[in-house]
Structure formats: C-alpha cells, structure tokens
T-cell receptor, first 115, second 114 residues
Framework: DQQVKQNSPSLSVQEGRISILNCDYT??????FLWYKKYPAEGPTFLIS?????DKNEDGRFTVFLNKSAKHLSLHIVPSQPGDSAVYFC??????????????FGKGTKLSVIP | KAGVTQTPRYLIKTRGQQVTLSCSPI?????VSWYQQTPGQGLQFLFE???????NKGNFPGRFSGRQFSNSRSEMNVSTLELGDSALYLC?????????????FGPGTRLTVL
C-alpha cells in the first residue's frame, strides 16, 4: 500500500514557466512534509519542507502548498530553469515509535526544463 | 561541515556473496537511516540506527542487517545476495530523528549483483 503517491512519473516545462509537481498521501498521521531533488549518480538533496500546521512555505523560487483536507501537496518552481531538471521526491514524516520519525517517500517525478 | 559519505561508491558482486556498505554521517548527527532505491520504486526504508541501537526497521528480509558504532558511523550488510538486490543504497543522517529533523543523504553505493 503506497502511502505517498506521485502520480506523474515525468513532467516537461519550458524554461521560465512554472513547474508544478504534485503529491498525494493517505496516512493522516503524517505531520511534516519534505521535497528532495535528485540528480543522476548523486544522493537526494533537501529542497523545502512544510509542517502540517501551515498551508504554504516559500523559499526563493520554490513554494510548497499543503491541502490537509485533500491530503495533497504541491511544489511550485517559478521561474523554471534548465538546472532544475532532476527527479523530485515527495516525502512525509510520521512518528514511528522509539523516539523516531520515519520518512515515507513517493516514487518521484522526473522534471525536464526545456531551454 | 563535511556531508554524508558512503563507501564504496560502486560494487559488483555475484549471487550468494555478501556485501558490507559503509556510511559516515555529518558530524554531530546521531541518527543514520538506510534506504534502497530501485528504478520506479522510489526510496524504500531499510532501517534506522540511533546511538548504536536499531530503533526502526522497514519491510526487508533478515538478509539485510546493519549496525552503528560509537562514533555514529554505520555499516549495512547484505548476505546471500540475490539479483533483485541490485540497487542504489542510500544512507542519510540527521541530528536526532525528531519530526522536523531534516535528513541529509550521501551519494549512495551502486550495488550490482550478477
């Protein structure tokens, strides 16, 4: 049972336009959400996060929106740049016992920004 | 501050062998988690270690094991390798593992089982 879903395996966007990456989750115990970016042959790098008590968090060109009632979050990149081309993973955090919060990842969306 | 390091970066093994992967966390980070990434499957959680104790485990067979040392460095071992174990193995560290504690990933070890 996939608790975090990224339904679009890939997305192509023109340089300068907005990229919107979506993520849905099913577990209502998730209370913290993160986006990671991954280039080939590298580990994922942290991009931006949002707590469940907020509905928006912004960091430069990146904004994450959280809709708790719909169990949906999205990452907006404006404007998109060719260097943003990578695989983006959505992750959700929930308490898993023994003082630990465990991350559950989606399968990723490959973003291609076309010059 | 140095990032998470993993050694080796690439490994080729044959079925039935065993393998040990190593991870050095960011200085001051006491929690180390391991993930397996295969094409189309995202990142699958293997286990987490904190203060030399495994405190969380994913849904993987007992052939996958790990340990953590007093300096927070961690090793992961896979015994009796199968073809399906071919994957990118990622290590991530964080300060303690609380809810808003960000995990930072290493570059991964690419394991190929022939």
């Amino acid at each position: 049972d996939q608790q975090v879903k990224q339904n679009s395996p890939s997305l192509s966007v023109q340089e300068g336009r907005i990229s919107i990456l979506n993520c849905d989750y099913t577990n209502s115990m998730f209370d913290y959400f993160l986006w990671y970016k991954k280039y080939p042959a590298e580990g994922p790098t942290f991009l931006i996060s949002i707590s469940s008590i907020k509905d928006k968090n912004e960091d430069g060109r990146f904004t994450v929106f959280l809709n708790k009632s719909a169990k949906h979050l999205s990452l907006h990149i404006v404007p998109s740049q060719p260097g943003d081309s990578a695989v983006y993973f959505c992750a959700a955090s929930a308490y898993s016992g023994a003082g630990s919060y465990q991350l559950t990842f989606g399968k990723g969306t490959k973003l291609s920004v076309i010059p | 501050k140095a990032g998470v390091t993993q050694t080796p970066r690439y490994l080729i093994k044959t079925r039935g062998q065993q393998v040990t992967l190593s991870c050095s966390p960011i200085s001051g980070h006491r929690s180390v988690s391991w993930y397996q990434q295969t094409p189309g499957q995202g990142l699958q959680f293997l286990f987490e270690y904190f203060s030399e104790t495994q405190r969380n485990k994913g849904n993987f067979p007992g052939r996958f094991s790990g340990r953590q040392f007093s300096n927070s460095r961690s090793e992961m071992n896979v015994s009796t390798l199968e073809l399906g174990d071919s994957a990118l193995y990622l290590c991530a560290s964080r300060v303690s593992g609380e809810g808003t504690d960000t995990q930072y990933f290493g570059p991964g070890t690419r394991l190929t089982v022939l």
